[in-house]
Structure formats: C-alpha cells, structure tokens
C-alpha cells in the first residue's frame, strides 16, 4: 500500500489510520449479523441471510472510503471545516466498483449513503446531486466534480487498500476517479422505494423494508461502537449460578416460549426469569429486563452485574447520565473528572454490544416512534428476550403502546416472560392477544414444597379500613411511632404529605419526608440517606417516614406498621408490601387505609371509580391478607376489564400508535413521531427562586450537571397553574423556567407559597 495512509479521525489519544476503522467496522458487523444469524434466517430465509451479511460487510468496508479525501484529511489536521458529506464519496466509489445488478451492493450502497444522514437530508441531497432544480443539479454536479478530485492524492491507497479486502473481490475498481459519478441516483431509488413501501404492514414489519432497516442500523452500531473504542459485540453470556431453585423457578426456568408468571414479591420473580431468559437464548440476541421506574432500573441493573460482569449489562432509562455522575462525583468529588466517567459509563451502555439491557419500557418504544437511528433499535431487538417486570404498574395509556410493541416485536422474533405480582385475568388476555397465543401461566403451587406452603400461607398484613381522611389519623400514627413502631405513611399528593410531616417533625425524632418535588440531587440525597439508616449503614433515625407514590417502587425498604390514603388495589398492594416486607411480624401488622379523600383532587392521579371498586370489592375490616384473599381482591376490582375512561384512553392511544407505525419509512426519522414521544412525559422541571444563585454559579463554570440537580419536577397542571399567576419566568441564557415559590431542602417545592422577587433583586 501507499506509506501515506489516510486517517479515520483524529484524537487526543492518537490518529486512527482509516484503513484499520473500515476493517474493524466490517469485522464487528459481521460479528453481530453472525450473532443474530439463526434469527435472520427463520425471518428472511437463507438466501435473503446470505445476501444481507454480504451487504453489511461491503458496507462497513466502504463506508468512510470518502474520507480519503484531501480536504476532510486537511479537516482532521488542521480543524478546518470541510464542507461536504464524505459518504457521498464513499457510495460513489463503491457504486463505480459494480459490474452488474447485485442486490447486496444495493442494500450496502443504501447504508453506506445513508450512515450518517436520512435520505431526505437537503446536504447530503445537494451533494449527491439530487435535485428537481435544473440550475441547482448542475451546480451539485460541478461541486461533486470538484471534491471527487480531492480523492486524488490518495487514489494509489484506496485501490491497493480495495483490492488487498476479500470482500471487494466480486466487484471492479475504477482505473480512475473521473469515472465517479454523483450517487444521486442512489437517494432518487431509495425515497421512491420507500415512499411507498413502510417499516410496518398491518402490524408486522415488512420484510422488504427489514433488510434495509437492519443494514441501516447494524453499520450504524458498529462504526458507533468501533468509534468508542469497543472492539467487540459481545454476544455469550455465562450461564449464571443461582442459589436452590424454588419449584416455580424450575417449572419457568424450563419452559421455552412465551410465558407469564405471578408470584407474589419476595418470592424469587427475578431468578426465575433469568433462569427462563437463559434457557430462551439460542444466539446472540440481547436479553432485556423491563422496569417501570428509573430506581428500579438502577437496583435491577446493580443485581445483573452481580450475576453477570459489569461488561455484559447497561441501564437505560432518562436520567443514566444524571445516576452515574452522582455516584462518580460522590466517590472523587471532583466535577470534571465525574463527568467525564459518567459520560463515558453512559455512551458505553447506550452502544449495542453490551447483551443484557435493565431498562424502562420507554428505551424500546422510542424506536419505534421513529427517532433518529431508529433502525439501531430495531436491529438490537430483533429475536429479543423480554421480560416485562411489574406489569400491572403500568397506565392504559402505557399499556396500550407496551401491547402494540409487543405485537410488532414479535414479528421480529421477540420472546416474552410477563411478570407480576399482582394479575387480573383481563390483563392476560389482553397480553396473549398480543402475542398472538393464549399463554401459559406459571405461578407458585400449594404443595409444591414446604417453603412454597408456607409462604402462601404466611400472615404479613391485617386491613384496616378508616373512614376519614389521612390527615386526620395523625393521633393514631403518633402512637403506634411512640410504642416503638417504625412507621410509613403514604399520601397520594404532595400537599398532604408535607402537611402531615410538618405535624409529627414537631413531636417526634426521625421524621422523614419524601416525594416527587424536591430538587434532583435532595431527593437522591434523601433516599440514601433513608436506605442507609435501614440497612443500619448510616447512623440516625428513622421514626416515621412520610411519602409519596415514589415509595411504592423506589425503595427496597420494610417498615412495621402502614397507614396510608386509599389508591388503586395494585397501588395499595406496592405500599402493603413496604411493611412487613421480609415476613419479621409472622402474626402479621397492620396497614391502614383512608377511604376519605377530596375526589376533585384525586380525579387528576387516579380514575375514581377504580378507587371506589378497590373499596367496594375489598375484603371487610380485620381481614389477614394471605396470598388467595390478595388475589381474590385484584380479580374482583378488575373483573369486567378496563373502566369506561381507561378503555378510552387505552382505544385512543392503541388506534394512534397503530397509525404512527404505518407511516415509518426505513432511512427517515419520524418527526412527527418525535414529538409524539416527547409528549409521553407529562411534566417538565423548574428552578425554585430560592436555588437560582447556587444553580447560577454551576452554571456559569459549565458545571451543567450540577445545576440541573436543582430542577424540580412539576405536573403540567401545575406548571400551567404557576404560568397563569405569573409566577413562572423564562431565563433565556440558561433554558429553564424560574418558578417564584419557595423551596425547602426538608419539605420541598411548596408551590402554595409565593415570593415577591423584585423585592429579593
């Protein structure tokens, strides 16, 4: 080869010759198609198989062959801008390389174009030529012209590199770069092709548009991957070592298929999924652990890397970033240098090479919202294990896009294990229609063995219904603390629960409070600090804590006693099981529920008659909660399905989603998709008035993460509440609402208490 050889990029920790990044791309393309080959073949068929590790191999071969160019090689040097799309380059070279029609060469052609930028994007349609306006083609043309003479100091490289490469040996270099001609032809082909063939047809993905859609998104992850500095797509996973299975965990744990699974929380849900997921797995495909909650994900993905290797496992969800950066900044201390790890954890995890991902359903639905890379996604799920943890935690509204998913996902080979502890019929149904079968169902066995009788058996709660509202069964909550009871009181908004905390923190020692709407970085700080008292690896104490639906999922706690505010049966079932969690109180201990509540505020948290059925059907006053009188009560609340307003919304949600899938097209994002997703997440942060001079000094020494730990999360009701006082204000500069109300570090955003700011500047 020529002894000067072009770069792939350029760092700090060393060049990268391009030679080296296009074979490594290639290898760890191939890598994964080979990893997902017993899938490709049961979904394409063999000769479709064959032809797409062909396309992707040629792909990541070819892929920067562009950048053999002078001016993006004088860009890496001398950080110049070079303006124009390297990939056009490298798809006319290998479009001059074909000798005659090759389906393979097309689809590698579509992703070599298509790498870095939709079809549709107005840069690389210029530079590829493609335009509708004759004055405008021929200045493309003329332009094209000018940078395919740039590969000229570097022809001598590219024809040695191209005819040393086994993977060009089917194909004819051109004798000269005046023989490259504009790929516009290339983006012309491919926006009609797809104008009229989607990702989806009725509900599955179309095969056509697949291959397309995973050469896309596979070269995509490998020169992602590659870039990184990720040398490998790691696609075994040692069979983990379990403590002695239990006899439901063997029955799962030998199934193969689709599958759900009830068993009760303390039971073994997690193990028994593993040992299924392990058991399901016939290649490389990734195993994904689904969660419906940010804290949930963290704890789950702490386990896996216990049973794993920190190398096999990722946690996904929004705020990765925000979690990784506190526990480095926690450990050292010292911003930069937490950020930079954080990042790095992050970026790696988010790659697709790591095989096991703990994650929010949301990670998986983006893709198929149509983001940008969405073909990324599509190609780590294919063949997929999914387990779906808690699912009945979730809304109509999630349910129904969950369930559309699944659908999809199954035509792509996926496989699922649906897990609760808590299952109404309605909700299998609904789930077996999804997947197309009515599923088995696994749950623990009375006489299956002497631990599985004895935990179904097992006392751990007594209801006690109360007919007034929380607020006023402070007296009660006083004395079960003073007679030495460590207390959880649960209320469903944030209001009450700040009322009753300031009531017991005057009269008792080891009062707590935590919910939703305290800054970032209090609430991680609170929810340490709460843990580490009950695991007794902090000192202090913890008398009473006062919360919010954020304990129903957030903390691996038990307490002794629970009085809370009436919610949903399967809310009240997650609060039940924060007390007496671990069986401690064998007699059992006593949860209490308010049934009396202001309905005007509660309608915007829960649907009233699922509340007044959780009432109505529930077990009379005394009653020991054992494992059948828990289940007796979900079946009674549910039976009959959704209630009017959740069938709605679930209908709604169900018929948009179906229309948004038939509008994807491979090689585009969705905008429209985009936003829609957005939109999922319904509320937004401000910056309490009291925080802006410390969120200030963060902000102005870029110390960004910092700062946004003093965000607080509002509903959007309230958000419109504060715009419509007044009381919110934009802060060009930093892109954030300045909300004027008060803010305490032990009680949180107390929107009720405004502040007269021009006095405070």
Known sequence: MSSEEPLAKSCKEGSIPL?????????????????????????????????????????????????????????????????????????????????????????????????????????????????????????????????????????????????????????????????????????????????????????????????????????????????????????????????????????????EGDAILEAPTGSGKTWAALQWAMNNRVGGERVFYLLPYRASVEAMAKTLKGVFGNDKVSALHARALDYAFREYFEGGGEYAAAYKKAREEVNISRLVHRPVKVATPFQVLKWFFGVRRFEIGIGEVLGGLFIFDEIHAYDPHT?????????????????????????????KTLISEAVGQKLPEFRLKKGDDEWTNHFLGGLRHILRWQSEPLEKMVPEILAAALGGKRVL?????????????????????????????????????????????????????????????????????SFDVCFTELAPVDDLLQRFGRVNRYGEWKEGVEVHVATEFNSDRVKHIYDLERLEKTVNKGPPDGTQLTVPKVQEWIEGVY?????????????????????????????????????????????????????????????????YLMAEGLLVPITMGLFHKLRNEGRLHWLERERVFMAEVQYDAGLGLMPNSGMDMAVAF
């Open 639 to 703: 039976r009959g399905g959704w209630t009017r307003k959740e069938q709605e919304e679930f209908d709604r949600v169900y018929s948009l989603f179906s229309g948004l899938l038939e509008s994807l097209r491979p090689m585009r994002h969705h905008e429209e998709g985009e936003e829609k997703f957005r939109g999922l997440f319904k509320g937004v942060e401000v910056l309490p008035w009291p925080l802006y001079e410390e969120f200030r000094r963060y902000f102005y020494e870029k110390e």
């Open 489 to 557: 009181v649960v209320a469903n908004r944030v209001d009450p629960a700040q009322g009753i905390y300031r009531e017991l923190v005057e009269k008792l020692d080891g009062v707590h409070l935590l919910h939703g709407r305290f800054a970032r970085r209090d609430r991680v700080e609170k929810e340490k600090r709460v843990m580490g008292i009950l695991q007794g690896k902090e000192e202090g104490s913890l008398t009473v804590l006062v919360a919010t639906q954020v304990v129903e999922v957030s903390l691996d706690v």
């Open 19 to 255: 030679g080296e990044h296009l074979i490594d791309v290639k290898e760890y393309a191939l890598s994964v198609a080979r990893a997902y080959c017993l899938h490709i073949e049961q979904l394409l068929g063999q000769d479709k198989a064959n032809c797409l590790e062909r396309a992707l191999a040629l792909s990541g071969i070819s892929h920067d062959l562009g950048k053999a160019a002078r001016g993006f090689q004088n860009s890496l040097k001398n950080s110049e801008r070079w303006d124009f799309r390297h990939e056009v380059l490298s798809a006319a070279l290998l479009k001059a390389m074909v000798k005659g029609k090759d389906e393979a060469v097309e689809i590698a052609l579509a992703a070599v174009i298509a790498h870095h930028k939709d079809i549709d994007d107005q840069q690389l349609m210029v530079d590829s030529g493609y335009s509708h306006i004759p004055d405008l083609s021929r200045e493309a043309v003329e332009r094209f012209e000018k940078r395919k003479a740039e590969l000229e100091p570097f022809w001598e490289w590219i024809r040695e590199f191209v005819n040393s490469q086994q993977t060009f040996s089917e194909l004819c270099f051109p004798s000269s770069s005046s023989l490259l001609s504009p790929p516009a032809p290339i983006l012309k082909w491919l926006y009609r092709k797809f104008r009229k063939i989607g990702a989806f047809s009725k509900g599955e993905f179309d095969r056509e548009a697949l291959i397309y859609t995973l050469t896309r998104g596979w070269l995509m992850a490998s020169d992602h991957a590659v870039s990184a500095g990720v040398s490998r797509f790691i696609s075994q996973i040692s069979p983990p070592c379990p403590p002695p299975l239990r006899c439901f965990q063997r029955r799962i744990g030998e199934y």
């Open 399 to 427: 349910i129904a896009l969950i369930l559309k998913m699944v659908r999809v996902i199954k035509s792509l080979g996926g496989r699922f294990l649906f897990m609760s502890a808590t299952f109404p019929d309605f909700l």
